[in-house]
């Protein structure tokens, strides 16, 4: 006896029906992940889903609606999901075999990552972690040949395109005056965007 006590019944799956047909792919599909997070209104209503294929046709959907789709530059052998940017909307994170890390979020805004060791990569995890008492902080697992690799507190301002027109000041208004010209527009451009 292996000490494993286990009971087999009915599951009733058999009885069910799928509410839907999402979509159809060309090519088999390698991985899914769902319930994806949102604070959009209106959102929540909807199971946020997203598949990835074999060759790297990454596609988000609400329900049954597509909400777009990307060709990534590589297979992808991990899909997973976490809020990178503290926005409460969980992004997709695609990991391929060589490290190369994509984050796309609900928009399809996207950033890339590639990772350091020039090795195959063996596993790969994403998520909220804790390290010590520190509590827990968005993080990514690379798992090579004999490493482990750890990015812990892992945090992007934003994935979409920032503008001058995102920043909470009246731009035009600063550089209407006459005293601010040339050299000290540019550089006081330059001082607004890194503060």
Not at 86 to 105: I, K, P, Q, R, Y
Not at 126 to 151: C, E, M, Q, R, W
Request: aromatic share 10%.
């Amino acid at each position: 006896s292996s000490g494993i006590n286990a009971e087999y019944g009915d599951s009733g799956f058999e009885d069910w029906e799928p509410v839907t047909q999402v979509a159809k792919f060309t090519s088999p599909v390698r991985d899914v992940i769902g319930n994806i997070g949102s604070n959009v209104a209106g959102d929540s209503d909807d199971c946020m889903v997203s598949f990835v294929t074999l060759e790297g046709l990454l596609t988000m959907y609400r329900g049954d609606q597509e909400l777009w789709s990307l060709q990534l530059d590589k297979p992808i052998f991990a899909l997973l999901k976490m809020d990178i940017d503290n926005d409460d909307n969980d992004e997709v994170v695609a990991c391929s075999w060589d490290g190369l890390t994509f984050f796309v979020d609900h928009k399809k805004n996207i950033c890339k990552y590639k990772f350091e060791e020039n090795v195959a990569i063996r596993g790969f995890c994403a998520g909220l972690y804790a390290i010590g008492s520190d509590g827990n902080k968005p993080a990514l697992v690379y798992i090579t040949n004999g490493h482990v690799v750890i990015y812990y507190n892992v945090e992007l301002t934003s994935l979409g395109v920032q503008t001058l027109n995102d920043y909470p000041f009246d731009f035009g208004s600063i550089c209407d005056h006459s005293e601010i010209t040339g050299e000290h527009r540019v550089k006081l451009i330059r001082n607004l965007l890194t503060t």
